[in-house]
């Protein structure tokens, strides 16, 4: 069974950073790709990037370039979200999500596995 688990949020002041990691386990990862959602309340779930897992191919949303970074270590099956200059509209619920696909998927549906969100508050 597919498990994804998300930590690393928390409260951070503006201008800040955090380091989400997504721990997944359950099987061999090498055909999937890796992807990073956001919820804040009372919005739609909204992509930040993804990655595939054997090549490291990257693609981020036009919004989240520059301030966002995904990356992957595969030694310890875990893909990480490094964010930069946080701002109160970055409080959100992030959650990692996963689906077996050679290309990169940037619509939530399409993603067949999801974590619990870990929740990341930045103060003004």
């Known amino acids: 069974q597919v498990q994804l688990v998300e930590s690393g949020g928390g409260l951070v002041q503006a201008g800040g950073s955090l380091r989400l990691s997504c721990a997944a386990s359950g099987r061999t990862f090498s055909s999937y790709v890796m992807g990073w959602f956001r919820q804040a309340p009372g919005k739609e779930r909204e992509f930040i990037g993804a990655?595939?897992?054997?090549?490291?191919?990257?693609y981020y949303a036009d919004s989240m370039k520059g301030r966002f970074t995904i990356s992957r270590d595969k030694a310890k099956n875990t893909v990480y979200l490094q964010m930069n200059s946080l701002q109160p509209e970055d409080t959100a619920a992030y959650y990692c999500a996963a689906v077996q696909s050679i290309y990169i998927r940037r619509n939530g549906y399409e993603y067949q596995y999801w974590g619990q969100g870990t929740q990341v508050t930045v103060s003004s």
């Open positions: 990655i595939t897992w054997s090549g490291g191919i990257k």
